[in-house]
């Protein structure tokens, strides 16, 4: 740029001022990781790259990934891959593989390494030879997984979700395979219904639960869906927010009442009861008359069925 030689020293015929060169702007790289309390679950792992390249590597469990944003190029057994929009991508374990932005604007991803529980490896040739399943449905599903596992008091419903969603991989993986002979439906729905009562306080797992009913995980939550109309974990969910009311009514505070009733921490219990009741549990326990006392909680229902009665209440 020139300025006039009035300006300062009359000596001066010009002065040449050159801007600095703007700064490249840093990769940006945010990552998140972790270890839920969920079995078959090695690692959740969230991260949002730019520039970063992944060199050929291996892993000793199988990858599950879907891209949120951008889209990732990779090559898996010397053949060039990708990920589309709706798409879930299932790596195999101890097959080489690299990645890298495919756009100029990077990548967000959300991966989940289950072990050989979930998958086994005689589904690693299937993998190979298409690991980019377009499913919209698929894809929806694994993110409701991840969503499950960001909180960590919501571990039950992110072994349902994973569960139906290895059986689904399974399925596209080995389509030929014959279907798992299920129990009787009703009464597998019956007998869950029964633990997730006896246990609403204390929970209790999806795999001890299978076992106690002598189903498949994944037919227990279907047996339950189908008969009452509501997957297991919502129904163990609203059965606490139902007891946490009468307990807020009651007068107890929030903080005592959420791990009285099961939850994990006051705010998992805001979360659940807001979605169901549409209000904050504070709001809910102020929302009375002025006037009105006080009164001791309503006993449980459930509580006031004999065990040999209990699951008979709910239409099937």
Not at 118 to 142: F, M
Request: charged share 25%.
């Amino acid at each position: 740029m020139l300025r006039d030689s009035r300006v300062g020293d009359p000596r001066v015929l010009y002065v040449l001022c050159v801007s600095p060169e703007a700064p490249r702007p840093e990769p940006r790289q945010e990552v998140s990781a972790w270890r839920p309390r969920v079995p078959g679950i090695v690692e959740v792992f969230h991260a949002r790259f730019t520039e970063h390249a992944y060199p050929m590597h291996v892993h000793d469990a199988w990858t599950v990934l879907i891209v949120d944003d951008g889209a990732v190029r990779y090559d898996l057994d010397r053949f060039a891959r990708g990920t589309p929009g709706d798409t879930v991508s299932l790596l195999p374990p101890h097959v080489p593989h690299n990645g890298s932005p495919a756009t100029a604007r990077g990548f967000r991803k959300r991966v989940l390494y289950l072990d050989m529980t979930q998958l086994d490896e005689s589904l690693i040739g299937a993998a190979v030879d298409g690991p980019d399943l377009a499913d919209p449905g698929l894809r929806h599903r694994v993110g409701l997984l991840h969503a499950a596992l960001a909180h960590p008091g919501d571990v039950f419903e992110a072994e349902s979700r994973l569960a139906l969603i290895g059986e689904q991989l399974r399925t596209r993986l080995s389509p030929g395979a014959p279907a798992r002979v299920p129990a009787t439906d009703r009464r597998v729905a019956r007998d869950v219904r029964e633990l997730l009562d006896a246990h609403l306080a204390a929970g209790i797992t999806l795999e001890e639960a299978a076992r106690l009913v002598y189903a498949h995980p994944t037919h227990l939550v279907r047996a339950f869906s189908a008969a009452y109309g509501i997957a297991p974990h919502q129904y163990l969910m609203s059965r606490r927010v139902d007891r946490a009311r009468r307990l807020l009514l009651g007068g107890r505070p929030a903080a005592e009442v959420a791990t009285a009733v099961g939850f994990y921490d006051q705010s998992h219990l805001t979360r659940h009861f807001k979605k169901i009741v549409g209000t904050t549990p504070g709001r809910y326990a102020k929302g009375g008359p002025a006037h009105a006392p006080a009164s001791a909680p309503a006993p449980d229902p459930v509580s006031r069925v004999p065990d040999d009665r209990r699951g008979c209440r709910l239409p099937g």
